[in-house]
Every structure is written in C-alpha cells, then in structure tokens.
C-alpha cells in the first residue's frame, strides 16, 4: 500500500513520514495505517493479489503478462509476485509489473520492511541492490532476462491516465479506504478498466461499499470472495470480453 492522489506539496514525494510499530512494522502517520497486513503481509499477496487475479494459472501460456499496481509501497507484492513468476514461467516469457505510486521509500526502508520474511530474501536483496538513491518519475528496472519493473512515481490518477491500455491483472492496494478515499474513486477505478484487456481482472482486500459500487460503475463484473486472516470479504472481478 501506500499512495494516495492529495497534494503532494503537503508532504515530500520521496519524504513521506515513516515510523516502525508493531514488530517493526512500517507505518504512514500521514495515513494513519500500516502498509501491510499485520498478520502476514506476504500470505496476505498471495491470498488476495495472486490468486484473486487467478495466478499463476493466467500467466502459464501467455507470452507476456502485465500487472499494474497502485500503491508500491515497501515493495512486498511485486517480491512475492516475482518470486512465484520464478517459480512457474517458461523460456521466452515475460513479466512486467507496473506500480504507481506518489510516496517511493528509500532503499533501507524497503530492505527493512522486507527483511521479515525469508522466503523472498533473493528477491530483496536483488530489489534493493537495483533501487536508485532518489526515486522519480518512472523508475524501470530490468531485474532479469524475463522480469520488468516500473515504478511510476506520481500521483494514480496521472500515471494511469498515462499508460497503455494492456494490463492483465491489477492489484489495488491503497491504503484503507477510510483513509484514502481518492485512490478508490470512480475516476480512478474508471481510469484502471480503461486500461485493462478484455478479460482482464482486478483484486483488492478492499470490500466497503463505495469500493464495490465504483468498480461495477466503471464496467468491472464485481466479486466478493472470504478476505484473508478473519475478514469477512475482499473483492475481485473481470472486465467483460
């Protein structure tokens, strides 16, 4: 998580206030939230993010696949994504995930938010090594023959606007909606099917009404599914063919 569409000049794009709570969790002040999951953040990706946009099983005989994120944040659902795209592509594929988001962290905080789990260690290591010392506007990252990443560094709405309409899969990941009302707008959900193929699809933890009711009237077919660790729903649907 961690990208909303108010003003930047009312905090620093690359000095968003960060503190560590909870077992050393990252915390935004500014959003009054964590930036995961405070009982597994990484379970969380793959309950919510991966196999709400049905993957890996989409991407299997694909030549190349496209997710978009909003909200990079400490970078854990892209660490995850990568490490289960390791696991399962073939020869010749091709992976790039695009992230918006208007607060990049600096390189120690994504190595210490990361460094909680072990299984993406390699992931980490390879993320940090490659970050720049001052992320802006789009940080692209070739982080190996099959795997692309982009971190569009802006406000959403902007950089959506911006990009091409081919994504595959889209993992919403603002902070809580109570929060961070703009990053779940009908403009912005709008703006996210635009730019999504035909049967493409979406997954978010996510499930308060406004939520839902914006995303049905920017032409997704809307899901609600058991969301992860005790909550009741999350949401996740397809753009019709």
């Known amino acids: 998580m ?20 909870d077992g050393d969790m990252p915390y935004s002040p500014a959003f009054g939230d964590h930036f995961y999951c405070q009982t597994d953040g990484r379970l969380e990706c793959g309950h919510v993010f991966l196999a709400g946009n049905g993957l890996p099983e989409r991407w299997r005989d694909k030549d190349s696949f496209r997710i978009g994120e909003l909200g990079f944040g400490t970078g854990l659902n892209f660490a995850e994504t990568w490490r289960q795209w390791k696991k399962q592509r073939t020869d010749g594929q091709q992976l790039h995930f695009i992230s918006f988001e208007l607060y990049p962290m600096q390189r120690d905080e994504i190595d210490r938010a990361l460094s909680h789990w072990s299984e993406i260690d390699a992931e980490r290591t390879a993320l940090t090594a490659a970050w720049p010392d001052q992320p802006e506007g789009t940080v692209s990252l070739k982080l190996d023959e099959q795997t692309t990443l982009s971190v569009v560094c802006g406000r959403a709405r902007d950089g959506v606007a911006a990009a091409r309409p081919d994504f595959d899969a889209w993992y919403l990941d603002g902070f809580a909606p109570s929060k961070n009302a ?60």
């Open 2 to 21: 961690g990208m909303t569409d108010i003003d930047p000049d009312q905090i620093g794009i690359t000095n968003q206030p960060l503190e560590w709570r």
């Open 182 to 241: 703009d990053m779940w707008s009908e403009e912005l959900m709008r703006l996210v099917c635009e730019k999504t193929v035909a049967s493409g699809t979406f997954a978010t933890y996510a499930a308060a009404g406004f939520v839902r009711r914006n995303l049905g009237a920017a032409g997704f077919t809307v899901e609600r599914r058991p969301g992860f660790a005790g909550k009741r729903e999350m949401l996740c649907g397809v753009k019709p063919a």
